[in-house]
DNA sequence: GATCGATGTTGACACTGGCAACATTGACGA
DNA sequence: TCGTCAATGTTGCCAGTGTCAACATCGATC
């Protein structure tokens, strides 16, 4: 068994990218607190420390971490808006957008739980992410979506003016809770058809929360 | 130096609620990734490993401990309620009860946010509490407190009786987003003020949306 | 071709969860 | 009265983790 195992060069190369990629596979598994130093340096094909010369701790490697899987969340929220149904009435059409952004918000958040816990669980002592960080195709994150759509809700009357300062908030917590709640929270085991009415009923409320009242 | 030290008993005699109250303190000074087995024991005066004679695991410390957090949530929503001032118009006091409601829960968040992360980290694989666990003086938990004061607001006519089924989801989903939001996420820096903005809009939008319309 | 900085490796320490074996104590029955 | 035993607590150990320090390798640059 001489010169049976072809030696990798010394130097990986591309290793903090591998350590980055290996970090987002353990936390599509198994959610933030498996992002480890070690299972990365591991999977990557280095041994532990090398991970040193690339991130300061592994606070570091799981923020970074942290701010890609913010980024799948954009982007799939990016998809479903642009694939979202166009309406003659451009009221209507406005208000089909926003509830598409929710509907991917807890999409995301079901069908990929390890990154949408892994999404919000950057660590403490870092404040959010950077301009530009965490951001989709567009460049905007999340919560400039959200910003866009309710802008968007306002230019076309749908949501009276005096509304729209704090309407972030209230969007953004409905359907974060929901999204939260029913991934990691007490709604873990909510049947598929009953997370179906609590997200219309959430949905709802925004709705008629938000709009221009006679 | 001889016997110096007062030797204490071989057998503690209450280590499991010393092991419960250690884990409560370090769940409300660092979180429930703070509740860990050797740092309950040395709180509690113990060895480690003594805990295994009263807890199977880890998981079921923490899991006991989050238990406790989840009461005194319902605690405190339970005071807030029962303080919230009444009105003349039944419609109004039943719409302020709501608000103390969703008031308490973000108070707990923003003022311990410790136990308020613990109280929904409760390990997977253990679904939610058993009736009766979690719950405050009035021996209900959280959610049967909000579905009480949803109740409320159809009995008294501020609501419509088709908009009650599902109207939990949407209620505890804003209140909890934001909560989260505030507490763990994104918004964890926002300036108090703000905060009191943001629940303001939170609060009005759940009002708005759920309210008996025309 | 020698030097040096960037990158990777090995080794060590303290911490954690968890298993196994042993120690202490009080209750209970012969 | 005394021996037994189950409950409870302890010491010792192992694997896994983050992190520091010392050493190894390699490519670019003078």
């Not at 999977?43 to 300061?56: E, I, L, V, W």
């Not at 992410?129 to 994150?141: C, N, R």
């Not at 759509?149 to 300062?165: I, N, Y």
Request: hydrophobic share 45%; glycine share 8%.
């Amino acid at each position: 068994m001489v010169g049976a195992a072809p030696p990798r060069p010394y130097h990986h190369g591309r290793l903090r990218e591998a350590l980055l990629d290996a970090g987002v596979a353990l936390a599509r598994e198994q959610g933030p607190e498996a992002v480890v130093l070690r299972a990365a340096a591991r999977d990557a094909g280095a041994s532990h420390n090398a991970a040193y010369r690339h991130f300061a701790d592994r606070d570091e490697l799981l923020r970074a971490v942290c701010e890609r899987c913010m980024s799948k969340l954009a982007t799939l929220m990016e998809q479903r808006i642009a694939a979202a149904p166009a309406d003659p009435d451009p009221i209507e059409s406005a208000w089909a957008r926003l509830g598409a952004l929710g509907r991917a918000y807890v999409e995301f958040a079901t069908t990929e739980p390890g990154w949408f816990r892994t999404a919000f669980a950057v660590p403490r002592g870092t404040h959010s992410f950077a301009p530009g960080e965490g951001v989709g195709a567009s460049g905007q994150g999340p919560y400039d979506l959200l910003a866009a759509r309710l802008d968007e809700l306002v230019k076309v009357g749908a949501m009276a003016p005096e509304s729209r300062p704090g309407a972030e908030y209230a969007a953004w917590s409905a359907v974060h809770g929901l999204a939260t709640l029913v991934n990691d929270g007490p709604l873990r085991d909510l049947p598929a058809t009953e997370r179906e009415r609590a997200l219309r009923s959430v949905l709802d409320v925004v709705r008629h929360g938000l709009r221009a009242r006679p």
